[in-house]
């Protein structure tokens, strides 16, 4: 499973951004998908997730009220709306799936395909 990640940039603190994930296979909408993020020196974190149907979503506390993770199974995508961005957030954002087990993965570790990484800076 190929995931494609989209839609980083650089924007000034109070911004916002959508990132999309992306995959042309028709099995994407039996997929968990996650947001992780890495800034420059620190681990790899989990942010956002949401279910195969969409019925389910979790957020990092740092991101609750400001990110919204959503999808549109028809059009294979998940996206990430990211409002009142800080400086903070400045990382590369890395999608990632995996099948469903009824649960929300919120480990890094538990998901099994990966795009490559779309960099988001916010300058204050």
């Known amino acids: 499973v190929q995931l494609q990640a989209s839609g980083g940039g650089s924007v000034q603190a109070g911004g916002s951004l959508r990132l999309s994930c992306a995959n042309s296979?028709?099995?994407?909408?039996?997929?968990?998908i996650s947001w992780s993020r890495q800034a420059p020196g620190k681990e790899r974190e989990f942010v956002a997730a949401?279910?195969?149907?969409?019925?389910?979503?979790y957020y990092t506390d740092s991101v609750k009220g400001r990110f919204t993770i959503s999808r549109d199974n028809a059009k294979n995508t998940v996206y990430l709306q990211m409002n009142n961005l800080k400086p903070e957030d400045t990382a590369v954002y890395y999608c990632?799936?995996?099948?469903?087990?009824?649960?929300?993965?919120?480990?890094?570790?538990?998901?099994?395909?990966w795009g490559q990484g779309t960099q988001v800076t916010v300058s204050s």
């Open positions: 990632a799936g995996r099948s469903n087990i009824g649960v929300i993965v919120t480990l890094t570790s538990g998901y099994e395909y």
């Open positions: 296979e028709r099995t994407f909408s039996i997929y968990d």
């Open positions: 949401i279910s195969w149907s969409g019925s389910n979503t």
